[in-house]
């Protein structure tokens, strides 16, 4: 078993900047990669970013390259996702994610075994 905790959500004005943090706790040793989903209000599950637990690659979404950054602490067991240049469309519900075999595609929600509770990000503008 693996829980995931997010936390660092809020509201910010357009063009600010926020940090998300993921603390993963129980079966961490088995973890392929991390990653974060986002959804807003009556859309899908959108990929934000990944990154590989031991190699540390990352890849993003095309509407966060650039403004958002995945990092990870293995020590801390931690994940995070710095997001900069925020607009008001990125405003969701930000998941946190742990992938233990890689399967299939990393951007695809089915890929990821474990899921964090979600924290609200509101943008304004």
């Known amino acids: 078993q693996l829980q995931l905790v997010e936390s660092g959500g809020g509201l910010v004005q357009a063009g600010g900047s926020l940090r998300l943090s993921c603390v993963a706790s129980?079966?961490?040793?088995?973890?392929?990669?991390m990653g974060w989903f986002r959804q807003a209000p009556g859309k899908e599950r959108e990929f934000v970013a990944v990154?590989?637990?031991?190699?540390?690659?990352?890849y993003y979404g095309d509407s966060v390259k650039g403004r958002f950054t995945i990092s990870r602490d293995i020590a801390k067991n931690t994940v995070y996702l710095q997001m900069n240049g925020l607009k008001p469309e990125d405003t969701a519900v930000y998941y946190c994610?742990?992938?233990?075999?890689?399967?299939?595609?990393?951007?695809?929600?089915?890929?990821?075994?474990?899921w964090g509770q979600g924290t609200q990000i509101t943008v304004s503008s």
């Open positions: 994610a742990a992938d233990l075999i890689r399967r299939g595609a990393i951007t695809g929600r089915a890929e990821y075994d474990y």
């Open positions: 129980g079966r961490t040793f088995s973890v392929y990669a």
């Open positions: 990154i590989g637990w031991t190699g540390g690659m990352t």
